[in-house]
């Protein structure tokens, strides 16, 4: 891959985009991990003056505090930092006061409050400033519907959904991001522990590698091919029901 053109077409692409949109600028999620990294670095080359990066923590390791300020540092990126940690709570506890799911079930539907209430910040943040909303996925990810429906996946722009996870490391390292983040292992944040590849039940490495060439053992392409069939709802706008003009 020619990273220096696919950044450069990536700046232009976004550029033409806000614009299109009639927006100012950008404003992106930053969780400490390289897609966002990624994504942020590219839009600052592409909005030095008008891009807001947030880091929204949400009972989330204080590495991922340390590595977003890196980056922020490094890159000079005007930046917030919004704890949504009372929130949360109020929330999980409101809700959970009239339905709770034990175990890992309701473990995950923790975990999707804090996606929606990161994407709730985002849209506030972006719509007081006239910018878009930034997401930081890949397709890797897009492709098995890992991402959180109207929560990381509700965003505005997707620059990194045309890549697999092994070229955002790629642009990663041509844009010298710092190692730290680079070298770390792929965490939503959701939970303490929480890793992608253990919560998809497939490395990176065996997903890229299907995507791009269809190779898997018959294990691991029925798998995949069942996970990107059940998360084709998360891919598309909202069905609409057409009402034949007879019935009207």
Same mark, same amino acid.
């Not at 919560?199 to 269809?214: A, F, P, R, T, W």
């Given at each position: 891959?020619?990273?220096?053109?696919?950044?450069?077409? *990536? =700046?232009?692409?976004?550029?033409?985009?806000?614009?299109?949109?009639? $927006? +100012?600028?950008?404003?992106?999620? @930053?969780? %400490?991990?390289?897609?966002? $990294?990624?994504? !942020?670095?590219?839009? /600052?080359? $592409?909005?030095?003056?008008?891009?807001? $990066?947030?880091?929204?923590?949400?009972?989330?390791?204080?590495?991922?505090?340390?590595?977003?300020?890196?980056?922020?540092?490094?890159?000079?990126?005007?930046?917030?930092?919004?704890?949504?940690?009372?929130?949360?709570? *109020? +929330?999980?506890?409101?809700?959970?006061? #009239? *339905?709770?799911?034990?175990?890992?079930?309701?473990?995950?539907?923790?975990?999707?409050?804090?996606?929606?209430?990161?994407?709730?910040? +985002? #849209?506030?943040? !972006?719509?007081?400033?006239?910018?878009? @909303?930034?997401?930081?996925?890949?397709?890797?990810? &897009?492709?098995?519907?890992?991402?959180?429906?109207?929560?990381? !996946?509700?965003?505005?722009?997707?620059? *990194?959904?045309?890549?697999?996870?092994?070229?955002?490391?790629?642009? !990663?390292?041509?844009?010298e991001i710092p190692?730290?983040?680079?070298?770390?292992?792929?965490?939503?944040?959701?939970? &303490?522990? /929480?890793?992608?590849?253990?919560?998809?039940?497939?490395?990176?490495?065996?997903?890229?590698? #299907? +995507?791009?060439?269809?190779? %898997?053992?018959?294990e691991l392409t029925?798998?995949?091919?069942? &996970?990107?069939?059940?998360?084709?709802?998360?891919?598309? &706008?909202?069905?609409?029901?057409? =009402?034949?003009?007879?019935?009207?």
């Open positions: 891959m020619n990273s220096e053109a696919v950044v450069q077409h *990536l =700046v232009d692409w976004l550029k033409t985009e806000v614009e299109k949109a009639g $927006a +100012l600028g950008i404003t992106v999620g @930053v969780s %400490g991990g390289v897609d966002s $990294a990624v994504a !942020a670095v590219i839009a /600052q080359k $592409a909005f030095p003056d008008d891009i807001m $990066a947030l880091f929204l923590p949400c009972e989330s390791d204080i590495v991922d505090r340390v590595h977003a300020r890196i980056l922020f540092e490094r890159f000079n990126i005007r930046h917030r930092v919004i704890d949504l940690d009372n929130a949360y709570r *109020l +929330l999980a506890t409101q809700f959970e006061s #009239y *339905l709770k799911l034990e175990g890992p079930e309701g473990r995950l539907l923790r975990a999707n409050i804090k996606a929606r209430l990161r994407m709730i910040a +985002l #849209y506030f943040s !972006a719509q007081a400033r006239h910018y878009l @909303v930034l997401g930081t996925s890949n397709r890797s990810e &897009m492709s098995v519907g890992y991402a959180t429906k109207h929560g990381d !996946a509700g965003v505005d722009l997707q620059i *990194l959904g045309d890549l697999l996870k092994k070229e955002v490391f790629e642009l !990663a390292n041509y844009l190692e730290q983040i680079i070298n770390k292992v792929p965490s939503g944040g959701l939970w &303490m522990g /929480q890793t992608d590849e253990a919560e998809m039940g497939i490395s990176y490495q065996e997903l890229d590698k #299907y +995507l791009e060439s269809k190779e %898997g053992s018959p029925e798998k995949i091919e069942r &996970m990107i069939k059940a998360s084709e709802h998360k891919r598309r &706008m909202p069905a609409i029901a057409i =009402v034949p003009d007879e019935l009207k």
